[in-house]
């Protein structure tokens, strides 16, 4: 073992290190944390395991990567300079553009120089007697800090199937979340995509223009819409811009943190098929998640509702999808519309048209084996030079899970966690003291727009700790009962909707053995942020301030 008195002055600087703040991720929420809490007079670092900034963007680089939410509106909006200045090419932005972007907000604000990169935190203990985190890295970094921040995204731990002979597979395989900087060329080869969630989606149309042969393994059809991407409207955007204030006042008073059409006021229910039919065209036609979504008030909570607009949804893919066959697999029956992550596509359907595509249906066929070859179903064996997992991640939990999170001699974060996350406001756990979490599980999440909800939370937090501090405490914790209180709403709130009737990540069902639990505030994001306010403005009720 090294002895930090025979190291060099320099190194022994490098290793052990003390901040304000602590940050652990370096992507949207993660850079937001070092300029707010910055201007905040507070010393913090961020440590991010990639070798770069963006976080998800930086890691999901798989053809057609693209944002389901707006350009104008999936930005930041702190500052008005740079929302002005800005150009977004396109109504959709593509993972390439939003790197770029967040390349730009991190050099243009000099945040930088506060991300420690291809660095990953592995530990993170809260000692009682101080009231100090310490975090380890895996490039031997101690580093402590009063206050710790996880900043590591919902979407961040990419997660291959148990199926067996994964690792036996002899031709290229690659993950979604993984994909390799230099990018894939799949031409002229026989190719498997494993997963039709939002990233399958995006990317089938692209693999399949260069394939010799695709094939698509899917076992839930999923709900997708057009996009109608295109170039940026300038119109559109000069008068975005010359209201961005406002806009953005309005995106955080509504449920979904954009803004779209004006909230619904109709019941699916009370008005004719025919208008019913009209308007979801119109929807449709628009091209945005949200704008189907709230079409009717009801259409998250009363199934007969959520079913016509649902049917209109499969009535469109059997007009795109030639063959009735394929048609059929392709139109999701087994899940209310918005139970799982809709998705927003270019050209998804119509692909299912080419002749280098085959729809392989592993729900009535399941996949018994991945083989040196290619994939095995129980009927058929498909042979394939390249298989890409587009098999999704382990959400809200996960990366929080793979660090080691604990109070000194407490339970770990993992075990406090067994029976399913629990929070106050999605941005605390009782029993870890002055840990607080960015879109953390039991708050909107992804289900408001993310770059929306990252600044919020920042802003609540530094809010916070410039209160405690003010205030002399050096200690902020969540009540157990305010934080049992909030996971009762939370689950309540949910039970009210269609959303947790799936099998999807948002109640954990693609990880075997992972508690079904619902992890999602989606009783709107305008509601949560009034509660958040007022606990704020109530002088943080359900936290205990001391030291
Ligand atoms: P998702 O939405 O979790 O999709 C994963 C897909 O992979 C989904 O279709 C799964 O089917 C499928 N899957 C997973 N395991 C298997 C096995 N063993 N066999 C067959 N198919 C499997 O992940 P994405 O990356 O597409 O999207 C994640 C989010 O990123 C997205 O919602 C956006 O917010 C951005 P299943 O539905 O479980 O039957």
């Known amino acids: 073992m090294q002895n930090a008195a025979n190291l060099p002055a320099a190194a022994i600087a490098a290793r052990f290190e003390r901040y304000d703040v602590a940050i652990v991720g370096g992507g949207l929420a993660g850079l937001y944390a070092i300029h707010r809490l910055r201007k905040q007079g507070l010393r913090v670092r961020a440590f991010e395991a990639g070798s770069g900034v963006g976080g998800t963007w930086f890691w999901n680089r798989y053809p057609g990567a693209r944002c389901d939410v707006e350009s104008l509106q999936y930005s930041y909006s702190f500052s008005d300079e740079l929302q002005q200045e800005w150009s977004w090419p396109e109504r959709y932005p593509t993972q390439p553009e939003i790197l770029k972007y967040i390349e730009h907000v991190a050099e243009r604000f000099d945040l ?9 935190v592995l530990s993170a203990e809260f000692d009682n007697a101080t009231a100090m985190w310490t975090l380890k890295t895996d490039r031997g970094h101690v580093v402590t800090a009063p206050y710790c921040i996880m900043a590591t995204g919902n979407l961040s731990t990419p997660r291959l199937p148990d199926i067996p002979g994964v690792q036996s597979f002899q031709g290229d395989w690659y993950h979604s979340g993984l994909w390799p900087h230099e990018g894939v060329d799949f031409t002229g080869r026989r190719v498997g995509v ?9 990317m089938i149309p692209i693999i399949a223009q260069q394939a ?13 819409m057009p996009a109608h991407n295109g170039p940026m409207d300038a ?14 006042e309005a995106a955080r008073n509504s449920p979904a943190g954009i803004v779209d059409y004006p909230p619904p006021e109709k019941s699916a229910m009370e008005v004719s098929a025919e208008e019913r039919e009209r308007t979801y065209e119109e929807r449709w036609r ?9 079409a009717y008030k009801d259409l998250l909570v009363n199934k007969d509702a959520n079913d016509t607009a649902a049917e209109f949804i499969r009535k469109k893919i059997r007009g795109i999808v030639r063959d009735p066959k394929v048609a059929e697999l392709l139109c999701p029956t087994d899940h209310p519309l918005a139970s799982k992550r809709p998705c927003l596509d270019s050209h998804y359907f119509e692909t299912y048209n080419r002749d280098n595509v085959t729809l392989v249906d592993v729900r009535s066929d399941p996949i018994a084996a991945i083989t040196p070859r290619g994939v095995r179903t129980g009927k058929a064996e498909y042979a394939l030079a390249t298989l890409v997992f587009a098999t999704g991640f382990d959400a809200m939990t996960g990366a929080m899970h793979e660090i080691d999170i604990r109070a000194k001699d407490g339970p770990t974060l993992a075990e406090r966690w067994a029976q399913g996350p629990q929070t106050y406001l999605g941005i605390m756990v009782a029993g870890l003291p002055n840990l607080f979490m960015v879109t953390g ?16 939370h920042i802003d609540w ?6 209160h405690a501090r003010s205030h002399g405490h050096t200690r902020i914790e969540a009540e157990l009962d305010a934080e049992q209180a909030w996971g009762e709403h939370v689950q309540q709130v949910a039970a009210g909707t269609l959303i947790p009737r799936a099998n999807s990540w948002y109640v954990g069902a693609n990880i075997p053995g992972k508690p079904r639990v619902f992890m999602l505030y989606v009783g709107g994001f305008d509601r949560y942020k009034r509660r958040c306010d007022r606990v704020a403005a109530d002088g943080y009720v359900g936290l205990r301030m001391t030291g």
């Not at 930088?112 to 990953?120: A, G, H, I, S």
């Not at 010799?212 to 997708?224: E, G, W």
């Not at 628009?286 to 709230?294: D, K, R, W």
């Open 112 to 120: 930088v120089r506060d991300v420690q990169l291809d660095t990953r």
């Open 194 to 202: 494993i997963g039709t969630g939002s990233s399958g989606i995006q």
């Open 212 to 224: 010799a042969h695709l094939f698509v393994f899917q076992r839930t059809a999923n709900f997708s």
């Open 235 to 248: 119109q559109q955007e000069r008068e975005f811009k010359s209201n961005y204030p406002k806009l953005r």
């Open 286 to 294: 628009h091209g945005t998640i949200v704008g189907m979504l709230s």
């Open 441 to 456: 599980p039991g708050s909107p999440s992804v289900y408001a727009q993310m770059i929306m909800g990252i600044e919020y």
């Open 461 to 466: 937090i530094a809010d916070c700790l410039g």
